[in-house]
């Protein structure tokens, strides 16, 4: 550890949930030169200042001088706190088309959820999921504008975050293509001789 922070390169992935981020997950962590790949390890609500800590990243810190990483949706608000505790970090954003994205978290939260609008009244359940997501003032609407309001936003927050981090942006339809998965080893910094380019990943996002 030097001046505080973990001596590893980190690397994050993003994406709104249902896109494809256990399939990136999947891919990441079974490349030679990924010492750990977790999804959904550094999970904090999306409002407030969690307390973030060294304790957080133990995980990650048993690795020491490597490649780390952690892919999931409600990394986005956190990734300057987290990223204070590593050498460097780097984002991968996968992308979606936005309206099969929406047709899968409205298949996924069913009729009764609604993790984007601050329920003020009882039309929507609680699940505990809701304090992982963004609030939106469209709770009397239909949850399709919630969801397209969430889209819009969380990659605008993204293309925020370009300004400070070295971001490589995927498509989730091309995850599986050669192409794409080349491009995620030299962005990441791995051997491509090392890397496992046609290793199958699980596909939730297609839900």
Same mark, same amino acid.
């Given at each position: 550890?030097?001046?505080?922070?973990?001596?590893?390169?980190?690397? $994050?992935?993003?994406?709104?949930?249902?896109?494809?981020?256990?399939?990136?997950?999947?891919? $990441?962590? @079974?490349?030679?030169?990924?010492?750990?790949?977790?999804?959904?390890?550094?999970?904090?609500?999306?409002?407030?200042?969690?307390?973030?800590?060294?304790?957080?990243?133990?995980?990650?810190?048993?690795?020491?001088?490597?490649?780390?990483?952690?892919?999931?949706?409600?990394?986005?608000?956190?990734?300057?706190?987290?990223?204070?505790?590593?050498?460097? !970090?780097?984002?991968?954003?996968?992308?979606?088309?936005?309206?099969?994205?929406?047709?899968?978290?409205?298949?996924? !939260?069913?009729?009764?959820?609604?993790?984007?609008?601050?329920?003020? !009244?009882?039309?929507?359940?609680?699940?505990?999921?809701?304090?992982?997501?963004?609030?939106?003032?469209?709770?009397?609407?239909?949850?399709?504008?919630?969801?397209?309001?969430?889209?819009?936003?969380?990659?605008?927050?993204?293309?925020?975050?370009? @300004?400070?981090?070295?971001?490589?942006?995927?498509?989730?339809?091309? $995850?599986?293509?050669?192409? !794409?998965?080349?491009?995620?080893?030299?962005?990441?910094?791995?051997?491509? $001789?090392?890397?496992?380019?046609?290793?199958?990943?699980?596909?939730?996002?297609?839900?």
């Amino acid at each position: 550890m030097l001046m505080g922070k973990f001596s590893n390169k980190l690397i $994050l992935g993003l994406g709104t949930g249902r896109c494809g981020t256990v399939n990136l997950s999947d891919f $990441l962590k @079974q490349q030679p030169d990924m010492a750990i790949c977790t999804h959904e390890c550094l999970k904090w609500k999306w409002y407030g200042e969690p307390n973030i800590t060294e304790k957080n990243f133990e995980k990650y810190s048993k690795f020491e001088n490597s490649i780390v990483g952690d892919v999931g949706s409600f990394l986005l608000p956190h990734v300057e706190a987290i990223s204070n505790f590593f050498n460097e !970090t780097k984002l991968i954003v996968v992308k979606r088309d936005k309206l099969k994205t929406i047709a899968s978290w409205m298949k996924w !939260t069913h009729k009764r959820h609604n993790y984007w609008v601050p329920h003020k !009244t009882r039309r929507w359940l609680n699940d505990g999921w809701d304090g992982m997501f963004p609030k939106f003032d469209l709770e009397l609407k239909p949850k399709k504008e919630a969801i397209e309001a969430y889209y819009n936003f969380y990659y605008e927050e993204c293309k925020k975050l370009e @300004q400070k981090y070295d971001t490589l942006w995927i498509e989730t339809e091309k $995850l599986e293509e050669k192409e !794409t998965r080349i491009k995620i080893c030299n962005f990441c910094g791995f051997n491509l $001789l090392n890397c496992k380019l046609d290793v199958k990943c699980r596909r939730n996002e297609s839900k």
